[in-house]
């Protein structure tokens, strides 16, 4: 089926299905072998090979999702991230990443890097002249993430695209908070997408997995190390995240309309003291989210007023779950300062503008009023 005109539900429903020649089922038939035959075949194929049936199906499509030609599967979001940033960065090397990056990359990289002798610098904050000033005569690769975690802050793709095209550097994003439903990095020409699958890809909170999408020559690089460093995806939980991704479009999509309903909810009360969303327009980078996503997303943060105790107020809610991770079609909430940021010192985390109290919140796919209706009670509990 030629997918480069189909619509985006159509893609997710039926791009990248398991043929089923034998039996004709509707659904892609799960091919657990971890062993095939080798003679008169064109392909050998291997679990660890990332091209299982179900493996190289499901990649077609995140592949179409992603407006690249070839993507592949991970283990986690982590075994993608790390994959890629091994696949392109030699002993000698230096890379660019974005300031507030996700907890886990950051420590790959200020953990691991300095014994494979990369040099790294983080940007100073998200604007395009920050990651301008980092770049050295080395330099390999630009990392960002955007909407970053938890502040919601955005870098502006195309620019650092055309930054790194400039200076012959490749660019890479994580992709994890928008979901390819609400931005394709590929189209502003950055080179090569990131995903934990974990998140939206899942988006019922039972499966950890990641994925990269890119051109067929980078997959060709990350494919070299990806088998040498082994984070291949169990089938069955290939075929599971299949089964998730064919909704993935409509579960984004609910969620995010949402979550720009919450955040004007929250924006206009009383108890609350600021809200984080690209949505809305006293967001410091409302234009860029304009020119590069569509919609908003499903992420948000805020801070309670002074006088409310965030923690009071997380244990008092009843159906939003204050739990760890995000982009469940159920609504989680969580304090980056106990969590995803506990590791920062007090004054790190009040650099990067991240109050004690501030709280993150995945909104899921819930009636919005039963949300609003929690958030009201837990405020007048707490
Ligand atoms: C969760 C997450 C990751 C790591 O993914 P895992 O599947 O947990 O390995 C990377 N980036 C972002 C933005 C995430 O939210």
Not at 203 to 225: L, N
């Amino acid at each position: 089926m030629k997918d480069n005109k189909l619509g985006i539900n159509t893609i997710c429903t039926h791009v990248g299905e398991t043929p089923d020649e034998q039996f004709k089922g509707a659904v892609s038939p799960m091919y657990l072998s971890s062993s095939y035959a080798f003679m008169d075949i064109d392909v050998k194929r291997y679990p660890r090979y990332y091209n299982t049936p179900n493996q190289e199906y499901l990649s077609k499509k995140i592949a179409a999702l992603e407006h690249t030609e070839a993507a592949m599967i991970f283990g986690s979001g982590m075994a993608a991230i790390s994959t890629v940033l091994l696949a392109f960065l030699k002993s000698g090397d230096h890379v660019v990443v974005q300031n507030d990056i996700y907890g886990g990359t950051r420590n790959l990289i200020e953990k691991h890097f300095e014994d494979y002798n990369i040099a790294f610098t983080f940007t100073k904050d998200l604007k395009i002249t920050s990651f301008k000033d980092c770049i050295q005569t080395n330099t390999k690769l630009i990392y960002i993430e955007t909407p970053s975690n938890p502040l919601l802050k955005l870098v502006d793709m195309e620019a650092v695209a055309d930054l790194a095209k400039s200076k012959n550097i490749l660019s890479v994003i994580d992709n994890t908070f928008a979901s390819p439903i609400i931005q394709n990095p590929i189209d502003f020409g950055i080179d090569i997408v990131v995903h934990s699958a974990t998140k939206y890809f899942g988006g019922h909170s039972d499966i950890c997995a990641g994925a990269v999408a890119t051109s067929q020559a980078y997959i060709d690089t990350i494919w070299q190390t990806g088998i040498a460093l082994g984070g291949s995806l169990s089938d069955y939980t290939v075929w599971m995240l299949e089964r998730s991704m064919k909704t993935l479009a409509i579960r984004v999509k609910a969620q995010q309309r949402n979550a720009r309903k919450l955040a004007k909810f929250l924006d206009a009360h009383p108890a609350v003291e600021k809200v984080y969303y690209p949505g809305l327009k006293n967001h410091e980078n409302h234009q860029i989210a304009k020119k590069q996503m569509k919609g908003y997303g499903a992420m948000l943060s805020f801070e309670l007023k002074e006088n409310i105790d965030a923690e009071a107020f997380l244990k008092a809610l009843q159906l939003i779950k204050p739990s760890m991770s995000l982009a469940g079609i159920e609504s989680t909430m969580l304090l980056p300062s106990k969590t995803s940021h506990s590791l920062l010192t007090a004054e790190a985390r009040k650099e990067q503008g991240i109050k004690d109290g501030l709280i993150r919140f995945s909104v899921g796919i819930e009636s919005k009023k039963d949300l609003m209706y929690d958030i009201e009670q837990a405020i007048s509990n707490s």
